[in-house]
């Protein structure tokens, strides 16, 4: 059976390729876009930098969120018959956004971790407010929420293998056996012996490596910020007086080189080509 090491090492490593997968494809439909004069909504920004799960969908599949929101969730009453009314409309729209990537079991669990997720979120704001709580320190709500939405990735990594592969019977085994390791189920047997070459590895070394770039680093639309290669810019402006802004994209010698070992380095990379994770939704 697979240690609790290895199953985290997995669920980290599929969430940081489902998430430049997704993040390359949006930038790739902006660009194509902006050849032909159009200029697409902003898709993505920064979903793991997200202090909650109701900040994290306002960040990922952005469009996909409206429209859960302005054709589910608005008019199944949205939030104007009372909170409790609120929180079945929030499942509800999140078991069918659930449904929308995929008819399995899978994806359904993938929507109600969702729902669930974002009627507590609700539910902990309006507590948190009633008794005069601060929030919680920044750099805490974002781990606390990536570990949340890594969590769901498990039924939807999946559920993607039983849209391709079929056997929904099996997908929900493996979904279980996941979480079985992740949580601790399988027993702490071995584990320093069976996991300590998870973390030695190359592997887990890079995904952790790859996860402080999303973390710390600015995304593409705010390397390109002064060109707008989306619309509502304003989400990604930082316009406060004084900031330097290092990061941001120039024509000059710096970036040039740059750009030339970035390009060199997708070149060496062409062997290891894979499909878009996105592509079948």
Known sequence: PLTMAEAWVGAISYSLQLYF???GYSDMALGEARLFGIRFPLNFHSPYKADSVVDFWRRWHMTLSRFLRDYLYIPLGGNRKGPGRRYVNLFLTMLLGGLWHGAGWTFVIWGALHGIYLCLNHAWFGFRKKMGWKPMPKPLAILLTFVAVLISWVP???GTYELLNGGGEKALAA?????RAMFGMNGFHGWPDRSAYVVKDSHAFRAC??????????NTQQFLRRYQ??????KVMDDRPGVRRWWEFRPNTVWAVGLVLLFAGVLYQFDKLSEFI???F
Not at 175 to 179: A, I, S
Not at 209 to 218: A, D, M, Q, S
Not at 229 to 234: I, N, R, V
């Open 21 to 23: 997968d997704f993040s």
């Open 156 to 158: 939807f990594r999946a």
């Open 175 to 179: 979904t279980g056996e996941m979480f």
């Open 209 to 218: 490596l790859i996860l402080l770039i999303v973390w710390f680093l600015p």
């Open 229 to 234: 290669p989306a619309l509502d810019p304003s």
């Open 278 to 280: 996105y592509f079948q």
